[in-house]
């Protein structure tokens, strides 16, 4: 019987070893599978937290940038204005009041046009014929009233120079290049035998921009406006194309007069561009920019409903698949939803909220029906109507500003003063005796002959002259003979000096009280900054670190996992190559005994 198959011990199969690298990495794979893949099944949740965490950034980010546009101010301040001609157009600032008006334009603003009475051949034809240099002198209407009225000792004017051989194109450079923009000079081909002009034009409207021109012989010498026009038959006169006068138009039936077309100081915030004169009367309304508020709402209601979704998404749990989101029982998160619509459907102190904005109607059969500007739908999305929004706007713009912004109560400070004295002489006060707000008040005297009410009047008048730069404002007590200083921003008043007491007033440190009351959106935009914010302590940046922070020590533990692995394996491949060699020197030895037994047991015959 044959022997040779026959592994020594059952560790080799004709001679080959079993214990070779496959084995060793099957056994290294078996223990990656229970050291190291707990670790990495946690880190690959971590990363789905991460890339969730980052897409809910965004979303708050937006969300945030809606809310914002209702905890400003900002919004509730825009403007939209309607003419019904198009004889004037009407911009208006953010925060105008609310208003209309009757606007008509009677004469339009113009700038003054003059054309030389001379024809030239070409733009290259010469100006001055002559040997001798010649003087253009152009002068505006304005300095020359300016000079009639003895305002000034000289009558301004602009001096061209016209050597021997300018040419009409030279002329036409010089007086550009002279007039610093003021003037437009041009040249025009009229037609005819000699078509080339030269046009001169005020490049400002209004009638003190009418222009006269003359001829002198030398730069600054006198000008005679009475004759204007030089003997010397090198020059020529500039006829009129266009007198310049002033725009002319009524606002509400007054007449008004400005220099120029577009008037911007007429209405504060408000500019008026005249078009065109026009017998009719243009009828402006400028009242609040509902559509833009509708817009910024709507953009809210979107971006709410996009963050709610996503929110469930993230923290949901489905007990049929047992399929669970990312940030399923995170409390940090799972609050956000309802933190934002206990904030969005509370009442405020006046015992409104959100939801009440509505509009009743009527339908065909005369019953009544309302609509509201906000409701829930049973997926828990928010549905916004436009229509009932606005009207609920324009009914009570105020009280909606309040519910979504909140408002600012502000009372003034106030200093009550003692009775003001009388003296049987005069007493003066002079500058430093009476500090305001660190502000000398000015000097004032109480007179022997004056009552206490008398004097009052005095000390209230001195301080009075001096508002603009205390912010105090000075008004007679009830009393009759005090004075009360008061403001209406609350800041501190700070009353003070050696004789202050003595003039009747109260010293010291009196202030105002400033109250805020934060509506939906201011308190939402707070919520949000607090999640969302540049802080430290931001939930969102906390989440962030913790994330962060996670995949290091779960990498760091993966790799120590992957080293002990490695060490181990490293043993065990040097013990499997002893190993192999030992069996090896076995296998040879069995071999020579098993040739030996086969020898003895078929010996030769």
Known sequence: MAVGSVSMLGVSLSGQSALNADLIDQLREADKSVMTKPFETQLTTVYQKQADQKKLVTALDSFRATVSAFSSGSSYLKRSVSVSSDSVSVSANDGVDIQNMTLQVTQMARNSVAQSAKGFANENDAVNLGTSPLTLKIIRKGDQDAFDNEETSTLKSLDIEIKSGMTLSELRDAINEASDGTLSATILNVGGSDPYSLIVKSAKTGEQEELSFAWSDEIGGDIDLDDAINPNSNVFKFNPVQEAQ?????????????????????????????????????????????????????????????????????????????????????????????????????????????????????????????????????????????????????????????????????????????????????????????????????????????????????????????????????????????????????????????????AGLTTGSFSGTTTTKDGIFTKLDSYVDKLNGYWEDATMALIDRQLTSDVTSLTDSIQKALDRINAKYEVMTAQFASYNALISKYEASFTAIQQMIEQAANPKS
């Open 246 to 502: 002033d725009a002319q138009f009524t606002y509400n039936g007054m007449t008004i007069r400005r220099t120029t077309n577009t008037i911007s100081d007429l209405i504060s915030g408000v500019t008026i561009e005249l078009k065109k004169e026009d017998t009719n009367v243009a009828n402006v309304s400028i009242s609040r920019d509902l559509s833009s508020l509708s817009q910024q709402m709507q953009a809210f209601v979107d971006s709410y409903n996009e963050l709610t979704t996503y929110l469930s998404e993230i923290t949901k749990y489905d007990t049929e698949t047992s399929e669970r989101g990312s940030f399923q029982g995170d409390s940090r998160i799972n609050s956000i939803r309802g933190d934002i619509n206990k904030i969005l459907f509370a009442n405020n102190e006046d015992g409104k909220n959100i939801m009440d904005l509505s509009r009743t109607s009527l339908d065909i059969e005369g019953n009544e029906s309302s609509a509201f500007a906000f409701s829930l739908a049973e997926n828990g999305s928010l549905t916004f109507d436009q229509r009932t929004f606005e009207y609920a706007l324009e009914k009570d713009p105020e009280g909606i500003e309040r519910l979504l912004r909140g408002v600012t109560d502000v009372t003034g400070a106030t200093a009550v003063g003692k009775s003001v004295p009388t003296s049987t002489t005069d007493v003066d006060f002079y500058l430093g005796d009476v500090y305001i707000n660190g502000v000398a008040i000015g000097d004032f005297s109480y007179k022997a002959s004056d009552s206490a009410a008398q004097n009052a009047q005095a000390l209230m008048a001195a301080i009075n002259k001096k508002t603009s730069e205390t912010g105090v404002s000075a008004r007679i007590g009830g009393l009759g003979d005090n004075v009360v200083l008061y403001n209406a921003t609350g800041d501190t008043i700070e009353v003070k000096g050696t004789r202050a007491e003595e």
